[in-house]
């Protein structure tokens, strides 16, 4: 089992830039898929990014790519998720989750990650 407390979230002018932290608990966190997702208010969770075990797969949703790095430290047992050139639409609950299930091919989907974060509030003002 693991758990999973996000951080970094916060109020920023669009074109700024944010880095997210999650931060993750017990001595696996290698064995683990992470990924990033986010939920705006009257939407669904969508995929933001995702880095397989030992980073080797990395996968961003089409929207972001060039704007979102997703990187993991396993001596810290952290994932984190660089946004740069923010806009008022990335604006969201940002959740961080993991899997030691997954295969490549479900990285993207939010329904096959087992353990989820809190979130953590980001919001790009215009």
């Known amino acids: 089992q693991v758990q999973l407390v996000e951080s970094g979230g916060g109020l920023v002018q669009a074109g700024g830039s944010l880095r997210l932290s999650c931060a993750a608990s017990?001595?696996?966190?290698?064995?683990?898929?992470m990924g990033w997702f986010r939920q705006a208010p009257g939407k669904e969770r969508e995929f933001v990014a995702s880095i397989s075990r030992g980073g080797a797969y990395i996968y961003y949703a089409d929207s972001l790519k060039g704007r979102f790095t997703i990187s993991r430290d396993s001596g810290k047992n952290t994932v984190y998720l660089q946004m740069n050139s923010l806009k008022p639409e990335d604006t969201a609950v940002y959740y961080c989750?993991?899997?030691?299930?997954?295969?490549?091919?479900?990285?993207?989907?939010?329904?096959?990650?087992?353990?989820w974060g809190q979130g953590t509030q980001v919001t790009v003002s215009s």
């Open positions: 017990g001595r696996t966190f290698s064995s683990y898929v």
């Open positions: 989750a993991a899997d030691s299930q997954l295969t490549t091919a479900a990285m993207r989907s939010p329904g096959e990650y087992h353990y």
